[in-house]
Nanobody
Framework: QVQLVESGGGLVQAGASLRLSCVAS????????MGWFRQAPGTERELVAA????????DYADSVKGRFTISRDNAKNTVYLQMNSLKPEDTAVYVC???????????????WGQGTQVTVSS
């Protein structure tokens, strides 16, 4: 079983930056693609970014391209989401997830974290 624990959320003003971290348990972290999803009240859960196990394939939602960067450090069992130029519409609970790359790109995952709140004020 894989446990995922996110951190780094908070309350910031528009234009600020945050870096989210997700630490995974287990010895097979590099076997999993990772993704960051978000869900705001009244919205469907949205895939923000995905990264393959080795980091060679990356995908972003159009709404965050050029502002967010996903990365991973397999030696630390950690995936990151660097969020720059934050906008109020980025406000959501951000959740990390693990599965195959294409499964995550399809909006699903076998393993999910508990989520971390990101709030961007105007």
């Amino acid at each position: 079983q894989v446990q995922l624990v996110e951190s780094g959320g908070g309350l910031v003003q528009a234009g600020a930056s945050l870096r989210l971290s997700c630490v995974a348990s287990g010895r097979t972290f590099s076997n999993y693609a990772m993704g960051w999803f978000r869900q705001a009240p009244g919205t469907e859960r949205e895939l923000v970014a995905a990264i393959s196990g080795g980091g060679g394939r990356i995908d972003y939602a159009d709404s965050v391209k050029g502002r967010f960067t996903i990365s991973r450090d397999n030696a630390k069992n950690t995936v990151y989401l660097q969020m720059n130029s934050l906008k109020p519409e980025d406000t959501a609970v951000y959740v990390c997830a693990a599965d195959s790359y294409n499964t995550i790109r399809g909006g699903k995952a076998a393993y999910w974290g508990q989520g971390t709140q990101v709030t961007v004020s105007s």
